[in-house]
């Protein structure tokens, strides 16, 4: 069965610190992996996708094909990257592109 | 482009009726998938439509059906509504064959 884990589901750091948030895939096949982000009142948006290799807001995600992880970090995070995050795996195949979202990790950065 | 629309916002509807929410997608786009979020809960799979049929279904009761309209618009309707069907029902917009979905506000049901 296809499955994702966010094992965390509050992280809570100083502003500065560097943050780390968690996700484990189950799936057959290779998914395209992708990080989505709620910010307080805003509707869920995408935050990076893993094929484009790119560090959005200064996060960045490594996808370990044999632990099977895509974990999200940030060096020095900042209080605006308080919210909710979403791992979300799609099994792109034949044109279908639904995403299987985790139960997200709320993070929380205090002054 | 005011991207993805949904409507309404809210709705409180009693158990055992019907109901119908809209999604307009985000200009250009072709494919409209359906999430509903439980409270506490990530977004979870209903349906995707693509050239107005159902292309793709998670793991959710026939009470749960569609439409897609050919100005790519959609509606999602749930009938018999149970307790347990509370919850915030999200749209998703996409082009077909590129997985980049933008999501809409969200309507969030209640059943009474």
């Known amino acids: 069965a296809q499955r994702v884990t966010q094992p965390e589901k509050l992280l809570s750091v100083f502003k500065g610190a560097p943050v780390e948030l968690k996700c484990n895939y189950s799936?057959?096949?290779?998914?395209?992996l992708f990080w989505y982000v709620q910010y307080s009142r805003q509707r869920l948006q995408l935050l990076l996708r893993?094929?484009s290799r790119e560090s959005i807001k200064g996060f960045t995600a490594d996808l370990n094909k044999g632990e099977t992880s895509f974990h999200l970090k940030k060096p020095f995070a900042q209080e605006e990257d308080s919210a909710m995050y979403y791992c979300a795996p799609s099994p792109f195949s034949g044109g279908y592109n639904k995403l299987i979202f985790g139960a997200g990790t709320r993070l929380a950065v205090h002054p | 482009d005011a991207g993805v629309t949904q409507s309404p916002t809210h709705l409180i509807k009693t158990r055992g009726q019907q109901v119908t929410l809209r999604c307009s997608p985000k200009?250009?786009?072709?494919?409209v998938s359906w999430y509903q979020q439980a409270l506490g809960q990530g977004p979870q799979f209903i349906f995707q439509?693509?050239?107005?049929?159902?292309?793709q279904r998670g793991n959710f009761p026939d009470r749960f059906s569609g439409h897609q309209f050919p100005n790519y618009s959609s509606e999602l309707n749930v009938n018999a509504l149970l307790l347990g069907d509370s919850a915030l029902y999200l749209c998703a917009s996409s082009l077909a064959r590129n997985t980049e979905a933008f999501f809409g506000q969200g309507t969030r049901l209640t059943v009474v």
């Open positions: 799936y057959s096949g290779s998914p395209e």
């Open positions: 439509y693509y050239e107005e049929e159902e292309r």
């Open positions: 893993h094929i």
């Open positions: 200009s250009g786009h072709d494919t």
